[in-house]
């Protein structure tokens, strides 16, 4: 069997990063998540440190 990282690509933003992530995300593409945020460092900033979080939290849980 071959395993494929699954990208999300296309509506994801802070207010659904989460659910994003929670479907199997292992990683995520953003553009207008960032570009169209008021202060684009600090969204960049807030979306990695959210999808981190995610990572360390699906790192520690333990597998069924």
Do not use: E, F, Y
């Not at 900033?45 to 979080?53: I, K, S």
């Amino acid at each position: 069997a071959i395993t494929l990282p699954i990208l999300a690509i296309g509506g994801v933003k802070m207010a659904n990063l989460g659910q994003v992530l929670d479907a199997g995300a292992d990683g995520i593409a953003l553009i207008s998540a960032i570009i169209s945020a008021d202060d684009p460092m600090a969204a960049s900033q807030d979306l990695l440190g959210t999808l981190r979080a995610s990572k360390a939290k699906a790192a520690w849980q333990p597998s069924s």
